[in-house]
């Protein structure tokens, strides 16, 4: 661990019997809570930065761990992938990683090796070593083909990382890197007026909720007369007032 990346310090002894360290990630909400994963399977997290780990493997005993992600809202949802074949390559836990869900059945049987998520939306991004780029929105429980995976080239899909939850971009062995712009996040709003029928002379606001089903939306509105920008709002938790 270093602070300015002139000295280090280690914060762990040698953790896993046989294998390298494979996957790390921190969490974004409680410096203390680190989570390592391993060439040979095996999971550790530490809440006290390194002071003392434990062990929390699940049911994947002996595979490669080859990324994590951590919810940046709540450090309790992690989501692991796995190389090999053979074995469910997507697994979520919730609670730290007490218990772990096989979230990854249904998916083509190959090598994972990235996951990104978005705590925003609920999407969740992994990658595989035959081309695959796969989208779930809902735990799991559906996968989906992020875009029109034959537009990629055919070789390992290395790397993923999504931007603010809305454009995707994968790295590839030795052919680029490639981006996927989320055209069909599409929103819905309606207008609400805070006197209806309103009455002459007396002050009315005009409320623009926003709603989309990946999420609440942000960015701006625009309130018009005609063709006349009355006011340009920032949108607030789906709303924006004028």
């Known amino acids: 661990m270093t602070r300015d990346g002139a000295t280090w310090n280690p914060i762990s002894p040698a953790l896993a019997a046989s294998g390298g360290l494979s996957a790390i990630r921190a969490s974004a909400s409680n410096s203390g809570r680190i989570y390592a994963g391993f060439s040979d399977g095996q999971l550790f997290r530490t809440d006290t930065c390194g002071v003392s780990w434990t062990e929390i493997s699940g049911a994947w005993s002996g595979r490669y761990i080859t990324a994590l992600a951590v919810d940046p809202a709540d450090d309790a949802v992690v989501y692991l992938t796995l190389g090999g074949f053979g074995i469910s390559h997507v697994w979520r836990t919730t609670d730290a990683g007490s218990s772990w869900k096989d979230i990854g059945a249904s998916l083509p049987d190959a090598p994972y090796n990235d996951v990104a998520m978005d705590a925003g939306t609920g999407r969740v991004v992994?990658?595989?070593?035959?081309?695959?780029?796969?989208?779930?929105?809902?735990?799991?429980?559906?996968?989906?083909?992020?875009?029109?995976?034959?537009?990629?080239?055919?070789?390992?899909?290395?790397?993923?990382?999504?931007?603010?939850?809305?454009?995707?971009?994968?790295?590839?062995?030795?052919?680029?890197?490639?981006?996927?712009?989320?055209?069909?996040?599409?929103?819905?709003?309606?207008?609400?007026?805070?006197?209806?029928?309103?009455?002459?002379?007396?002050?009315?606001?005009?409320?623009?909720?926003?709603?989309?089903?990946?999420?609440?939306?942000?960015?701006?509105?625009?309130?018009?007369?005609?063709?006349?920008?009355?006011?340009?709002p920032t949108v607030t938790s789906g709303s924006a007032k004028y």
């Open 126 to 232: 992994v990658v595989n070593d035959i081309g695959g780029v796969f989208e779930t929105r809902n735990f799991g429980l559906e996968w989906t083909p992020a875009g029109d995976l034959s537009t990629l080239p055919n070789t390992f899909v290395s790397g993923v990382a999504l931007e603010s939850g809305v454009d995707l971009t994968v790295s590839t062995y030795g052919r680029s890197m490639w981006r996927l712009h989320d055209n069909g996040a599409t929103t819905t709003t309606s207008l609400v007026s805070s006197m209806n029928p309103s009455v002459q002379g007396k002050p009315v606001t005009f409320t623009a909720v926003v709603s989309s089903p990946t999420g609440t939306p942000t960015g701006k509105v625009e309130f018009l007369n005609g063709s006349t920008v009355l006011a340009t």
